[in-house]
């Protein structure tokens, strides 16, 4: 079984790509949420205080102190478990291990439920987005990149060329 250049593998670049945004957003903003440091223009922490920004116009739940338990579980499972895997799996990606296939599908079932969750207390909770189009643009991908990642790993060895 030969392998593929990452060169050759656009979807794994696009996951790449995606979930390397993820890393840095969960770092910048989902880990200190998670740990209790406020959204707001006080913030300690300058990015929360752009989320502020953010949140006031468009997800107005990140306001609230303290954050609604729906909110503080779902930054909660993107800080502290699916943060430090997609750095695993950026890793994984690039240096074609199959190892990470099952990992991948658990990761992807963990953040299409955190994602269920959250789309059904923000839309239909007590303050839905002003906005619920420009919401979605911004908030979709992290349903949908988990799909296409099962996708992409629906093989038994997802990194060899000769698995069609």
Known sequence: ?????????????????????????????????ALGVA??????????????????????????VPLPIFLLSATAIDAFV???????MIYALVNEKNWIRLP?????????????YYFMATLLGDHPPPNTLYYLVFNLPWLLMPMLLVWRMRHPQPFCSDQE
């Open 104 to 116: 991948c599908w658990l990761f992807a079932g963990s953040a299409i439920t955190n994602m269920y």
């Open 82 to 88: 699916h943060t430090p895997f997609i750095a695993v």
């Open 39 to 64: 959204v707001s223009p006080e913030s300690p922490w300058p990015p929360l205080r752009w989320l502020y920004e953010w949140a006031v116009a468009e997800e107005p739940a990140h306001l609230l």
């Open 1 to 33: 079984m030969s392998s593929i250049p990452l060169s050759k593998r656009p979807i794994d670049i696009l996951l790449i790509a995606f979930y390397s945004v993820s890393f840095t957003y969960g770092f910048l903003f989902n880990i200190p949420e």
